[in-house]
């Protein structure tokens, strides 16, 4: 555990005692003192994933130091999740000392420390552990502010693509015993509607991904009201049927212009492996199996938002321990879009973390589309493990 006034408890009352958009600030302080540094600094990443943001404590952009990740220490961290110890670049500062700030595999940043001499294995043990009690502080906190969302943003966001940022899961990837999952947006440049999710109850693991047709406000606001009303139905205890009938039906009562909207919904149960699916119109999951991959075939019904011949069909899957599952929307295939190569791209991310795995493969797609993309590109990764005794 962390010793002295950098212990969890030192760290938590040093941060609730200033404002929440002091928090970070508060932690490095603490840290500064107990461990007589030469600075310390939080690093948020931003929402590309390429690249990481000194915060200061004002909203001058031109304070914040916007750094690449790639071929950077700071991208080695974020990877491995491990803490770097090396000296430093500068030489006044004699060694840099960089830990992964996160929680449940959600990636929120990195802690940088620049020590006067080499630390002792235990000054290392304290620094990463301070980095990890952060990511809590902050993940509390940032409820009371816009100040981390503000440090996320390295260009600029329509309206569109802040109604569409709002639905996604305040954390893009959890980490449990039984499984991981992670999923990453790229959206396009006339947002497209696509939305992913993911929830947990005591036994169970909620996943959808989804795409409202239509592009800009509309489908932002399409995707609003299937988001909320597949939310009302599950945080009101509704079965997966009930889910898909509900949200189907929102779209029905209030939906303008005949919106339709394509997707998958999941319902794993932790227990057992077991998952009831529903595949409203949407292309065919993947599946990493003992190394080999395929593509998951369920019975498509159609569209929500679209007539129905009879209810949307809950299908069933069965995971096994090692599975990997990969959901996307069609703008994972778009003519251009890597499609053709999507499964040997899959395929090479296999050892990757999923959190990993999924900004490896949208990336891909926005390599080739020249870095413009036609339509939102998402993707979803769950790794499953198997129930634990």
Partial sequence: MVEGSAGLAGLLAAAEARMPVESAEAVAFELTRTLDARSVSFLITDFTGNAVVRLSNTRAAEEREHIKLPGTVYEQVLRDQRVSVRPAPDADRQVQIVAPVTNRGDAVGLLEVFLPEAPEPATVQTIAEAAHALAYILIANRRFTDLYQWGRRT?????????????????????????????????SETIAGDTFDHSLDRHTLHVSITDAMGHNVRAALMATLFVGALRCARRSGADLAEQARQAHQALLDH??????????????????????????????????????????????????????????????????????????TDGMLERNAAAEELPTLIESTRDLHPRDAVHTLTQAVLHAQQGVLHDDATVVCLDWRGTQD
Wanted: with cysteine; charged share 15%.
């Fill in 155 to 187: 260009f600029p966001v329509n309206l569109a693509a802040e109604i569409q940022n709002t639905l996604l899961p305040d954390s893009l990837t959890c980490e449990a015993p039984q499984f991981t999952i992670s999923g990453e947006l790229i959206p």
């Fill in 255 to 328: 939906g303008l212009l005949g919106p339709l909207v394509t997707g998958q919904l999941l319902r794993v149960d932790l227990r057992t492996g077991s998952v009831g699916f529903v595949n409203a119109g949407h292309p065919w999951p993947w599946r990493l199996r003992g190394g080999r991959l395929e593509h998951i075939t369920p019975e498509i019904d159609p569209p929500f938002g679209a007539p129905l011949p009879h209810p949307h069909r809950v299908q069933s899957l069965q995971l096994q321990p090692g599975d990997r599952l990969i959901l996307v």
